[in-house]
């Protein structure tokens, strides 16, 4: 079992930077990628970024450049910068593990124009 927590959401102005934090807790060791995904009420989820183990990236083309996803496997980071009001939905951690995954509650990104 592996418990996620995330942290660092909150409201910012267009052009604005946050960085969100998600920690892993419980059979860590069984981690082998972190991502973020992010999701807009009656929207579908939408994979963000993710960090494997041995610390390869990858990126949703259309963030490159903005969004950084950084840390350690079972302390990721998702740097955020240059923000726009598209931007804003629930933003949560996955832990991709040896036989199946799991999911943060999520933290709320909001955006202004």
């Known amino acids: 079992q592996v418990q996620l927590v995330e942290s660092g959401g909150g409201l910012v102005q267009a052009g604005g930077s946050l960085r969100l934090s998600c920690a892993a807790s419980?059979?860590?060791?069984?981690?082998?990628?972190m991502a973020w995904y992010r999701q807009a009420p009656g929207k579908e989820r939408e994979f963000v970024a993710r960090m494997t183990r041995d610390g390869r990236t990858d990126y949703l083309d259309s963030l490159k450049g903005r969004f950084t996803i950084s840390g350690s496997i079972d302390h990721v980071y998702l740097q955020m910068n240059s923000l726009e009001p598209e931007d804003t939905d629930v933003y949560y951690c996955?832990?991709?593990?040896?036989?199946?995954?799991?999911w943060g509650q999520g933290t709320q990104v909001t955006v202004s124009s």
């Open positions: 419980g059979r860590v060791f069984s981690i082998y990628a």
């Open positions: 996955n832990a991709f593990a040896t036989a199946q995954e799991f």
